[in-house]
């Protein structure tokens, strides 16, 4: 299949030639030349080039629309890194524009393989290729006047003072677009406008020099001031126009953040709650499955729901919950874990987390009732309580070569410098585990 | 034995009458059916004004209040439980939710809530509680003890009147409730009597409704959730 038409970013100029090259299949140096040659007949390739450079979309621009496309993942990205809201869309899809961008850009297709080392010094050179085509034709007009011919200085400084404004106003096209995708406050705004006036400047003096080249100083100026007013008087009536315009526009991007967002949302309630809703109507006759796929549902809808994207994966807090819901999803019973204050994941925690799993586990099986988790992590100590309202068991009475608690619970605590306590009676069982603080972690 | 005349004389009634406000029907029909016979159920609503109205209308003992609702000035229960005080209602409020988020419990028992508990309990639980909360006490989940120790910290402060910090005691009964233990094996565990924990769960929760220390806030609008 053929590529689509994308303007690439590693142009010399605009990057039209390259793109096309990419899209026909054909080497970039028959493109240019083709171009070349075309100019030559009455500056039709100039003129293919300017269209093809206004309407046909950078890469960039076409993986930004893609993410928007796409937008969930994109949205839910921004939001993730802690963006505000407001600002985040813009800012995720300028994000996956990049990265896309950066795959089509190291990735050229097919036979274009072999001209990367080429292309990369061209980028890396690229404003020098511009300055340097600027000053050989500069030194080519002085040889050309030097060996005599006459040229007519008044007719063709005006045309390439012209001709700078133009290109200073136009480069603008690529810039504005993607300052907007990078970057909705637009950092480099200031300059764009700059950029824009220079141009108009360039453009007007160039105009009005070439049209008053013999003409006096006062009709100069005369016509300076009716054309400024000519612009004035335009931008006065397109104004309320394009206040509009760029009003809707605004409207427009708001609405389709709600829509990603909707979108979103309605994409993960129908992977995950109607999918257990379902699942919970095929099994209504079998009472744990129920209650098992209810938790492990509340629990999935809960993480995405609330989760604090700032949350320490790797935090005893957050380890007891995940193991929590694994037992849960083990047994059926409800363990539900309260934790006040938290501490990083050492070996030593990570002991007692699983010291701490050993007698969730325990609860689970053997009181086959609800489980309380309780986690307080001190300045000093970190406790871990598991308590359940079982029948409980007469910690004496259980055989010797059972390991379960002696092991994995009492020994492993010890080991690692902590202590472990186990209570039994009518009410229920608790399983106290104590481990002193040894490293700083912050809370 | 007239069940109106027990609970004007303010002891423990038999029959505690109670609005359920949830914008939820099937949850209002379930919960009205997990409800125990002692407990009468004299209405429901499903928004903040028909809460208003209901509530001022029957003036029940206890209201069961949702924290999310729709209706009013987006406030949910805690808005609800600032326009009946301003009416000067009676009714106390429990708090029920499937919300963990720190900032909605925190909200609604600052507003004036007596206890909040998850909407996963069981139907003797919350009878239970809701006789509790009729009774004057606090009820109070593992979560939202949980949640009080994290907010007030775990270390103990001398002076039993201090706002901001909780006493060497309450602080044991808070861990203790933590930890799953009701509030007869609290009692039993620190050789004290129900009622004196009863008493220090409620010096508990005026701490968590007059404390005007910042972070109380602060520390609930940072935890999305425990």
Not at chain 1, 159 to 187: C, F, K, P, T, Y
Not at chain 1, 308 to 331: F, K
Not at chain 1, 414 to 429: I, V
């Amino acid at each position: 299949m053929r590529p689509p038409l994308l303007r690439s970013s590693d142009g010399v100029i605009a990057g039209v030639c390259a793109g096309l090259a990419v899209h026909l299949g054909i080497k970039r140096s028959w493109v240019r030349i083709g171009m070349a040659v075309l100019t030559l007949a009455s500056g039709a390739g100039i003129l293919l080039y300017a269209w093809l450079w206004i309407f046909v979309p950078t890469a960039a621009d076409r993986a930004a629309e893609a993410g928007r496309q796409t937008g969930p993942a994109a949205f839910m990205h921004g939001v993730g890194t802690g963006t505000l809201p407001d600002g985040a869309p813009a800012g995720a899809s300028g994000q996956t524009a990049r990265i896309l961008g950066d795959r089509l850009h190291s990735d050229p297709v097919g036979p274009l393989d072999a001209d990367t080392w080429r292309e990369r010094t061209l980028r890396a050179g690229r404003r020098e290729v511009l300055v340097g085509t600027a000053l050989l034709l500069a030194a080519a007009v002085l040889v050309v006047q030097l060996l005599g011919v006459q040229l007519d200085w008044g007719f063709f400084v005006p045309i390439a003072v012209v001709v700078a404004g133009a290109a200073l106003a136009w480069s603008q096209l690529d810039e504005v677009r993607r300052a907007r995708m990078m970057n909705r406050a637009g950092a480099g705004r200031a300059g764009g406008t700059l950029r824009l006036v220079a141009g108009i400047v360039l453009v007007v003096t160039g105009v009005l020099v070439a049209l008053s080249s013999n003409g006096s100083w006062t009709l100069t100026m005369a016509t300076l001031v009716a054309v400024l007013a000519v612009l004035a008087g335009v931008g006065l009536v397109l104004a309320p126009w394009g206040l509009k315009f760029w009003r809707d526009l605004e409207t427009e991007r708001a609405a389709r953040v709600r829509e990603t967002e909707r979108a979103e949302i309605a994409a993960h309630l129908h992977d995950s709650v109607l999918q257990t809703l379902a699942l919970i109507q095929n099994r209504a006759d079998s009472e744990t499955d129920v209650l098992r796929l209810a938790r492990a549902q509340e629990r999935e809808l809960r993480q995405w729901l609330f989760a604090d994207p700032g949350r320490d994966p790797g935090s005893l807090a957050e380890r007891l919950r995940v193991m929590a819901g694994e037992i849960e999803d083990l047994y059926g019973h409800p363990v539900a874990v309260v934790a006040v204050g938290d501490a990083v994941l050492g070996p030593a925690e990570d002991a007692l987390a699983q010291a701490a799993r050993e007698a969730m586990l325990n609860a689970a099986k053997h009181a086959g009732v609800a489980v309380s988790v309780y986690l307080e992590a001190g300045p000093d100590t970190v406790e871990v309580f598991v308590r359940d309202r079982g029948s409980g068991f007469d910690p004496a009475a259980v055989p010797a070569d059972r390991a379960g608690i002696r092991e994995s619970i009492h020994s492993r605590m010890l080991r690692h410098g902590g202590s472990s306590e186990l209570r039994s009676d009518g009410d229920g069982t608790e399983v106290r585990l104590r481990l002193p603080r040894t490293t700083e972690s912050p809370v | 034995m007239d069940s109106e005349t027990v609970a004007q004389d303010g002891a423990a009634p038999t029959t505690v009458s109670v609005v359920i406000v949830d914008d939820h029907g099937i949850f209002r029909s379930g919960l009205r059916a997990a409800l125990g016979p002692v407990i009468r159920v004299l209405g429901e609503a499903a928004t903040v004004e028909e809460a208003e109205t209901i509530i001022g209308a029957t003036e029940p003992d206890v209201v069961l209040l949702d924290v999310h609702l729709p209706g009013g000035l987006g406030g949910g229960g805690a808005e609800v439980i600032h326009r009946c005080a301003r009416r000067g209602t009676r009714s106390r409020f429990l708090a029920l939710s499937v919300s963990d988020s720190a900032e909605d419990v925190v909200a609604v028992i600052r507003a004036g809530a007596r206890g909040y508990v998850t909407k996963t309990i069981s139907g003797p639980e919350i009878t239970d509680a809701v006789r509790r909360i009729a009774s004057g006490d606090a009820v109070f989940s593992p979560r939202l003890a949980g949640f009080v120790l994290d907010a007030f910290g775990t270390a103990a402060v001398a002076v039993d009147d201090e706002l901001d910090r909780l006493s060497a005691r309450e602080l044991e009964v808070m861990r203790l409730i933590a930890r799953g233990y009701s509030y007869k094996e609290t009692a039993k565990e620190l050789f004290i009597s129900v009622k004196t924990i009863e008493t220090h769960v409620s010096a508990v929760l005026r701490k968590l409704q007059l404390s005007s220390r910042h972070e109380l806030t602060r520390w609930a609008t940072e935890r999305k959730l425990l």
